[in-house]
């Protein structure tokens, strides 16, 4: 006997569907929009619990921690209270990413709106500008002739653009998707709420033979005619 793919009603269920697996079963454009661009799939790829929210904020922090050693080694030296402040940032960095990335999750669950796929031409730019010109204002001397203001300003600018790419993708797209993919892991349907996913098509396809068995008894009922036309010749 064959092992049961999907949760059985009764006692014999032994292995759940995966959700990848339950995912062929919706329509064209649910899958499109749960499976997302290239950098969600990138994260579908990998089980829901290493892709949660927090953690995806969190990576993205260490990313952009990892990007500020050189400048700010380039321009305080390698030092240890170098090191020990360039620790100090990446951390608060890394705890805010996964903070704002758990966050997310909790208003995706709360307002439940589909995910959002971003202009990947206006975000992907955005922490490399960010990151230049962070660089440029670190190691060179465009600062000391400009005003204070300014100057600030600037390290307002580029450090925004720099993290907050990262939160508002987790935000906008991969916390409202992951929030779907695991109501499709636990087997409900992420989208209404209330019907598990193989078994609706288990009921479409019962009214499928249901259907087919009413044909076949409308056949044996009414035959065609063409036993009494041939007798007529």
């Given at each position: 006997?064959?092992?049961?793919?999907?949760?059985?009603?009764?006692?014999?269920?032994?292995?759940?569907?995966?959700?990848?697996?339950?995912?062929?079963?919706?329509?064209?454009?649910?899958?499109?929009?749960?499976?997302?661009?290239?950098?969600?799939?990138?994260?579908?790829?990998?089980?829901?619990?290493?892709?949660?929210?927090?953690?995806?904020?969190?990576?993205?922090?260490?990313?952009?921690?990892?990007?500020?050693?050189?400048?700010?080694?380039?321009?305080?030296?390698?030092?240890?209270?170098?090191?020990?402040?360039?620790?100090?940032?990446?951390?608060?960095?890394?705890?805010?990413?996964?903070?704002?990335?758990?966050?997310?999750?909790?208003?995706?669950?709360?307002?439940?709106?589909?995910?959002?796929?971003?202009?990947?031409?206006?975000?992907?730019?955005?922490?490399?500008?960010?990151?230049?010109?962070?660089?440029?204002?670190?190691?060179?001397?465009i600062e000391d002739g400009r005003g204070d203001l300014i100057s600030d300003w600037a390290h307002y600018l580029s450090m925004i653009l720099m993290l907050a790419p990262g939160p508002v993708?987790?935000?906008?797209?991969?916390?409202?998707?992951?929030?779907?993919?695991?109501r499709l892991e636990e087997g409900l349907d992420p989208f209404d709420g209330a019907v598990p996913v193989s078994l609706r098509a288990e009921e479409e396809s019962l009214n499928g033979d249901?259907?087919?068995?009413?044909?076949?008894?409308?056949?044996?009922?009414?035959?065609?005619?063409?036993?009494?036309?041939?007798?007529?010749?």
């Amino acid at each position: 006997m064959n092992t049961p793919k999907t949760i059985g009603v009764g006692q014999g269920a032994k292995r759940p569907m995966d959700w990848r697996e339950r995912l062929s079963e919706l329509p064209p454009e649910q899958r499109l929009l749960l499976q997302g661009g290239s950098l969600s799939q990138r994260f579908t790829r990998h089980s829901l619990g290493l892709t949660h929210p927090a953690l995806v904020g969190g990576f993205y922090g260490l990313l952009i921690s990892v990007t500020l050693l050189l400048p700010m080694g380039y321009q305080k030296g390698f030092s240890e209270d170098t090191l020990r402040a360039w620790a100090f940032i990446g951390i608060l960095i890394i705890l805010m990413g996964a903070i704002i990335g758990h966050f997310s999750l909790i208003v995706s669950k709360l307002i439940r709106r589909p995910p959002v796929s971003l202009p990947r031409s206006l975000v992907y730019p955005l922490p490399f500008i960010g990151l230049t010109l962070f660089t440029v204002m670190l190691v060179t001397d465009i600062e000391d002739g400009r005003g204070d203001l300014i100057s600030d300003w600037a390290h307002y600018l580029s450090m925004i653009l720099m993290l907050a790419p990262g939160p508002v993708y987790v935000h906008m797209s991969w916390a409202p998707r992951w929030r779907l993919l695991c109501r499709l892991e636990e087997g409900l349907d992420p989208f209404d709420g209330a019907v598990p996913v193989s078994l609706r098509a288990e009921e479409e396809s019962l009214n499928g033979d249901v259907d087919m068995d009413q044909a076949i008894e409308d056949l044996n009922e009414d035959p065609p005619l063409l036993n009494g036309a041939d007798s007529e010749e």
